[in-house]
């Protein structure tokens, strides 16, 4: 995902993508009025895009908090050209967690929404650029939390309708297949509609109006398409253990042999970029190539690989009998690409993220 950190708000990394200039520059210039003078009309534009901004932030913040107050622990925000999307480490285990953290969101847009749209109505002749200002952020806060409880899974409209089947089927496989189905049908039903606007121009709607509905109706359809996917993974997941999903053709080093020798012993000869360090069984800790960079030319006949490695006590590992779904969430909250699992002190295999991703899909081709 490109973009790049703007800090940390309650803990949580917020992140801003490329494509949020794009927005920035549209919100500006559709507020720039010709009846203002420029540096006025360019004054306001920016003012109204950073406060659009906040109340997108803040959309996503209430989703984040209300989620980690019923046990949902969120990593980062991404602001993008849609608005926002907050990063769970772990979907929520009870329907009514996923129904309060879902509804959070859009229940702020409306906040914010009404709070602007009070002013607009409280204050009688309200200087006209800031009128303008505050009508449009009325507006548009009103329609984030519109667009957003459009019930088509994974927006929040498809969760709260997620969280209700889930609440009364008790079925949490079920109600995610049946809110994926519903929110394909929102999106075929946009992009219907979204062509027959093209051709028949009904409402007075131009072209134009069609082109963007039928967008959107394909943008809720890739999401749904992706999320259930996601679901579907984590389903298969679930039902296994660590010792199942698990590789076994990890590389070992003994932790007294210089990096010079696990060099020309080692990475070159097998390709490898990882080595888990074990010193007669026990498994000691583990190693990169990462690692091994730190360490200039001159200094790797001498270094030992103990000196070098990632030592087993800093290490997340995973016991055999653990379930799959909990290592993969491991690996997300603590940022790492891959667990040794280990049994009695013992190194029995290596579970990677891109080993995963492969064991899933060999699994599917499979028809398991
Ligand atoms: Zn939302």
Redesign the pocket.
Known sequence: MGGFNLGKVFGIQVRLHYTWFIIFMLVTISLVDPNWSQWLSWVIGIITSLLFFASVLA??LA?SLVGRVNGVSIKSITLFIF??V?QMTKEATKASAEFKM?AA??ACSLAIGGLFGLLWFLIPNMAEPIASMVQWLFIVNVALAAF?LIPGFP??GGRVFRSLVWRFSGNYKRSTQIATWLGRGVAYAFILSGILIVFLHPFGLSWFDGVWIAFIGWFLQSAASASYRQAEQREALRRLTASQVMASNFMIVPPNITVNQLVWGYVLPTGHHLFLVTDEDRFKGILTLNNIKTIPQSDRDTTQVEKIMVPADQLKVASPDQNALSVMEQMDENDINQMPVVDEGRVIGLITRDNLIRFLRTRAELGM
């Open positions: 959309h996503e989703h608005g926002g907050a879902a969101g859009p957003n927006l929040d």
